[in-house]
């Protein structure tokens, strides 16, 4: 696949809606794509119609390295456009430019004559990683997991888990007019949320400290009534037990509000190789849900600071390496 090839198979993805939970028409576009050049390939089902996308060189081979990584985006849909040596939309770095960069690499590998290279290609990683805890269950014999997320092209050494969680609060409805005769669950649950900017939380030499951030709140039923109900959802990226954290979260909150484990995800440490620039990152990726794909390595082209923004973007000199360096991962396994 020529440069110009890689660029508009990116732009082909990323203008293909799959904000989580409407990934249909991208893993069909995939399937497609990839039989046309030769892959075999199945679909996984998953639920509401979605799939994931495995492929290899040929029925009867086993893949030893996969390349892997999720092709389903935050909202909203952005398309693609080029704007002199940068590539934006969604998904332009988490993660579409990834994708095709990686299948570059395969049929760079394929055509020097491996047989032994696959792609594995999941759905709903955004919200929970349904389509990489479906995969883990696939038959496969693949010793080495190549996962793609946005990394400046250097290898991840480890990756920090995450503890979601959801925080509810009660009150009583009274006509505003009588606040005396309610209960504001919406105080309540500032009162919560606030005692969180007091708690020193969990901290580790490698992977720094824990952070958190609200990122979904709710509550009342109109603005002259007391509101009866409120909830956050709050996203921990931890750093150890997700039960350390989840144990001062319930000291600093109190009787303000109860809590709801939404999802767990644990930290990570990922196996590098010599010759590539390392680094630790906050995120999480599905790679903790694919540890029956082998030894897991992160490297992907594009930066997490534009990831799920309005300006997203990749470099296309980084895309173009990203291609370099898979295609280096694969010849080391």
Not at 18 to 39: K, N
Not at 47 to 62: K, P
Not at 252 to 279: K, M, N, W, Y
Request: contains cysteine.
């Amino acid at each position: 696949m020529d440069q110009v090839a890689l660029v508009d198979f990116a732009r082909a993805l990323i203008d293909l809606d799959s904000t989580t939970g409407r990934e249909q028409a991208v893993a069909a576009f995939l399937a497609r794509i990839l039989r046309e050049r030769g892959w075999h390939v199945d679909e996984q089902p998953l639920a509401d119609g979605r799939s994931n996308v495995i492929a290899r060189v040929s029925e009867a081979a086993s893949p030893r390295v996969v390349l892997s990584t999720h092709f389903d985006c935050v909202p909203p849909f952005i398309p693609s456009r080029l704007e002199g040596s940068r590539l934006y939309g969604r998904g332009a770095c988490d993660a579409k430019g990834i994708l095709a960069a990686q299948v570059a690499a395969a049929e760079r590998a394929r055509a020097a004559g491996r047989t032994d290279v696959g792609l594995l290609f999941v759905a709903g990683e955004e919200r929970g990683s349904d389509g990489a805890r479906a995969a883990n269950l696939w038959p496969t014999a693949s010793q080495w997991l190549i996962n793609g997320e946005p990394t400046d092209n250097r290898l991840g050494f480890a990756t920090k888990g995450v503890y979601r969680a959801r925080l509810t609060a009660t009150g009583r409805a009274a006509h505003s007019s009588l606040s005396e005769l309610g209960e504001s669950a919406i105080e309540k649950m500032l009162d919560a949320l606030v005692s969180l900017r007091e708690v020193e939380w969990p901290a580790d030499d490698l992977l720094g400290p824990t952070n958190y951030s609200i990122g979904l709140m709710s509550g009342g039923v109109a603005p002259n009534v007391i509101p009866p109900n409120a909830s956050a959802e709050i996203m921990f990226r931890t750093v150890g037990d997700f039960r350390d954290v989840r144990d001062q979260l319930e000291n600093a909150i109190g009787s303000c509000a109860t809590i709801d484990d939404v999802l767990v995800v644990p930290q990570v440490r990922l196996h590098t190789v010599p010759g590539f620039e390392t680094a630790v990152f906050a995120y999480t990726t599905d790679v903790p849900f694919l540890d029956a794909w082998g030894t897991p390595m992160l490297l992907g082209p594009g930066s997490i600071t534009v990831a799920h923004t309005d300006e997203e973007h990749l470099d296309l000199a980084e895309l173009f390496r990203a291609v370099d360096c898979y295609a280096s991962l694969i010849d080391g396994t």
